[in-house]
């Protein structure tokens, strides 16, 4: 029932005959979803082609395992230059120097700009522009010096080119969590008698943690996919081990599915790891309660906190 109110009040609202809002294009997509997996499942059920006995003998065939101790290898490294090269990019793209900032931002812009396969192959080639690498004064006499063929092995010019492409990205994820600082709070640890490397150290670098930490999480995961370029230079990551098994066994299918399969489950812990550092770095910033593992696994919605009246 509605009641008669004087112009500008509300009046009751009687609510014991409300229904549910119906969502029939929510029953729809479910439908449609349904279909799909009903039928993605009967294919892989029902297709020999897959050969899924073939994928279970080389799941855990050692020859797999040393591709995958290479592309992990490569990822860590790859990723240890990409963060300390980012640092340095980050610091002198912030920079008062107007020509260490304008190099820094040259640098971020060709190996952004260039495609990392391109970066790989360049890298792998050196000999055809340098052929001897020496280390000395510039323009003077050289202390060290070696044939560039055997100094840019495949394995070097993977982290080379993986790594100095991620130096580029990450520097951009640093600069952009350290400017997301308010700079009241660096203004107020200088009035409290606080050095700068104290500052930085103590206020700036763990609020800008909580805006670096999940950019460079999904940086980790896109460099592990991204270590599968490798196999154009013949480094024997994962990829280029299976593709040098199906070549002689011309079981292409079955093998690349087990390649397939490695990096979901590696990817899948690194995203499972990404979540718990970023929920220990978003700490006070958000009223969201924890997210447990399974609640994670199952992708429920976090639970908000309740309010604590007064």
Known sequence: MTKEHPRG???DVDVAGAAHVRHPLRWVASLVVLVLAAQFAHLLWTNDNFQWDVVGRYMNASIIGDGIAITLELTVVAMAVGIAGGVMLAVGRLSDNPLLRTACGLYVWFFRGVPVLVQLVLWYNLSALLPRLSVGVPFG????????????????A???GLGLNEAAYMAEIIRGGLLAVDPGQTEAA????MGGARTFRRIVLPQ??????PPTGSQVINMLKATSLVSVIALAD???????????????IPLLLVACLWYLVITSILYVGQSFIEH???????????????DFVL???RRPVPEVSP
């Open 238 to 252: 994962l990829l280029y081990t299976v593709q040098s098994i199906y070549n002689r066994t011309f079981q292409t």
């Open 190 to 193: 200088q009035a409290l008698g």
């Open 141 to 156: 006499p050289e202390f060290l010096h070696g044939d560039t063929n055997h100094l840019i092995t495949p394995l070097v």
């Open 9 to 11: 009040t509300v009046g």
């Open 158 to 160: 993977a982290i080379l």
């Open 280 to 294: 220990h770095y978003s700490r006070g910033a958000t009223r969201q309660a924890r997210q447990g593992f399974w």
């Open 208 to 213: 800008a943690m909580r805006f670096i930490v």
């Open 299 to 301: 992708m429920r919605r």
